[in-house]
């Protein structure tokens, strides 16, 4: 059956209903038996491309028979009487003059009844010889089960006698009263208890005992107390309109105002006067709020059996060329057959913010690692909303004792070099290399950089460094110090290319340093004899 999607408006989006929903409305009778798995669309690929192989069927093999009677079962010695082996006649012919030596075989044959021919008279033949006088049937059996009486004679014969009956066998008709030999000063037969049924001779409440004209279900209560309810006390699936004032405005019409999110909320008012509110981080929050809630919604679908594993091979099926995005369209009608529902609006805000979703497209393995629990959250960057000069204030106490003339040295890193530098920023992975190689090893790389390190190991210099993300100025410093020339634009080409390739909305060294080869030749580092010589 289709669900009741569609045929209601949703006027709250984010409360979420109790149960199960019923389905969409999508699902009906043709799709529900066309429905096949996974595994059936893989076999029916593989057989319309020919690469079909099945494998040769092979009977199974039997096995010898068991020789030692001590192995064999209490069940296994049924089948030679279920199947027995063919035998001649003459064999069977044996069988049974062998079994006509015991008493049994003439007295008590199997299957059949005692041969009576020895015990009668000479010459009597027991299938032509009856005894007895034969039964003349006067009434047919269609008279006797049915006798054509009308119901009138039918009751008038049921009467008679019925008087002695009521003592013999206490019979008494329907709506009879019962004697009980009361006698009758004291007991009157007339006399009633209680107050007179309604009823009527026509028998119409008979009618709407059985078929109640008001589909509903049936209880005493008092008209003014059930009017009262109806009227105030809000009903399924019906809007409570006390005085039928829906009537009076178009459908899907909402009374009251909209209430609006004031500009300045408790964390802007908290603030310096100075500052204006971020409408982006309160944006940021509301969209953030709606992802966890969206989660908590698939933690639930998760304990109740969905897989995300499942979802992804879907999504990975639709994507025909293997790139890794699905258009909206496709990836929407996906998520609705899998009942999959969230604020589209606050979701698709994020998901731009994030990356995920790009010119209509959405990456769908790093949306489905986003709702699921069990992978490792974003880590978000605080916000400097706040300028400097705001960020930190001074108290009366502090000011009366120049407490805040003390130097800060919180931000400042400890003395040494950690063995695992926590202090910078974890470079992020590349899309062909392993996650692997970045945990686990310290400041240093591989065994090999310990045993004869690089250049780049002595000077302090390991492969999270070429690898973190940097700004546009860092990296064009970098490249022009090395002796790198950008004439024209050249610059900003392939710095766009590396951030559609990093997709950081930064480029690393490594990065950068790949596609520069690509455009301009390298320069020459190294100095000749003979130069120096001319300089000479």
């Known amino acids: 059956m289709a669900g009741n999607e569609g045929k209601f408006k949703d006027r709250s ?17 043709e799709n529900t038996l066309k429905e096949y798995s996974l595994e059936d669309e893989v076999t029916a690929v593989k057989h319309d491309a020919n690469i079909w192989f099945e494998n040769e069927f092979r009977p199974p093999l039997q096995l ?16 030679p009487l279920l199947n027995p082996p063919m035998r001649a006649r003459y064999e069977t012919l044996l069988d049974e003059l062998k079994e006509t030596t015991y008493s ?33 049937r006067e009434i047919p059996l269609r008279e006797l089960v049915n006798p054509p009486k009308t119901p009138y004679e039918v009751l008038q014969e049921s009467q008679v006698g019925h008087e002695l009956y009521k003592k013999t066998h206490n019979d008494y008709n329907p709506s009879e009263q019962v004697e009980r030999g009361y006698r009758s000063p004291p007991f009157q037969k007339e006399k009633c208890f209680g107050i007179s049924s309604k009823y009527d001779y026509r028998g119409i409440w008979v009618r709407c005992a059985c078929d109640w004209h008001i589909k509903e279900p049936v209880m005493h209560a008092s008209k003014i107390q059930a009017d009262y309810l109806d009227r105030v006390r809000p009903q399924i699936g019906k809007i409570l309109a006390p005085n039928h004032n829906i ?19 408790l964390e802007d008012l908290l603030k310096d006067s100075r500052c204006e509110p971020c409408v982006f981080k309160r944006d940021f929050y509301k969209w953030i709020s709606s992802l966890n809630k969206f989660k908590l919604r698939m933690k639930q679908r998760r304990i109740d059996g969905f897989d995300f594993n499942d979802f992804y091979k879907k999504a990975l099926y639709w994507d025909q060329e293997k790139t890794g995005y699905l258009p909206t369209t496709i990836f929407y009608e996906l998520c609705s057959c899998h009942q999959i529902m969230f604020p589209k609006e606050d979701i698709e805000s994020l998901l731009k913010v994030l990356g995920i979703m790009q010119e209509e497209k959405i990456n769908y393995k790093r949306f489905i690692d986003l709702i699921n629990v069990n992978e490792k959250p974003i880590e978000f960057k605080p916000m400097r909303d706040i300028p400097q000069e705001s960020l930190y204030y001074v108290t009366t106490n502090q000011a009366a004792s120049c ?43 591989t065994v090999n950089s310990l045993i004869n390190p690089s250049i780049y190991t002595n000077y302090g210099l390991t492969s999270r460094d070429f690898f ?58 190294t100095v000749d004899e003979r130069d120096c010589e001319k300089k000479m």
Not at 249 to 260: A, C, M
């Open 13 to 29: 989006p984010i409360i979420c209903a109790a149960g199960m929903p019923s389905g969409t409305s999508k699902d009906n009778v």
């Open 468 to 525: 973190t993300p940097r700004t546009a100025e860092t990296i064009r410093t970098l490249f022009e110090k090395i002796g790198y020339n950008f004439p024209n634009d050249s610059f900003e080409k392939i710095w766009k290319e590396g951030v559609e390739h990093d997709q950081t909305g930064l480029v690393c060294v490594e990065t950068f340093k790949s596609l520069l080869t690509k455009y301009i030749a390298p320069p020459k580092i």
């Open 247 to 265: 009537e009076c405005v178009p459908k899907g019409h909402t009374f009251g105002d909209r209430s609006e999110r004031s500009f300045f909320g």
């Open 104 to 136: 049994s075989y003439w007295q008590k044959p199997v299957g059949k009844g005692r041969d009576q021919v020895p015990g009668l008279p000479k010459g009597m033949i027991p299938t032509e010889v009856t005894f007895g006088k034969p039964f003349t």
């Open 403 to 445: 407490d805040y003339l003390i130097i800060d040295n919180s931000g400042m890193s400890a003395a040494g070099m950690p063995s695992i530098r926590t202090d910078l920023v974890r470079p992020v992975v590349p899309p062909t290399g392993c996650r692997a190689d970045l945990d686990n090893l310290g400041d240093e790389s």
């Open 64 to 79: 010898p028979p068991i020789q030692n009677a001590c192995f064999k079962g209490t069940m296994t010695e049924i089948k």
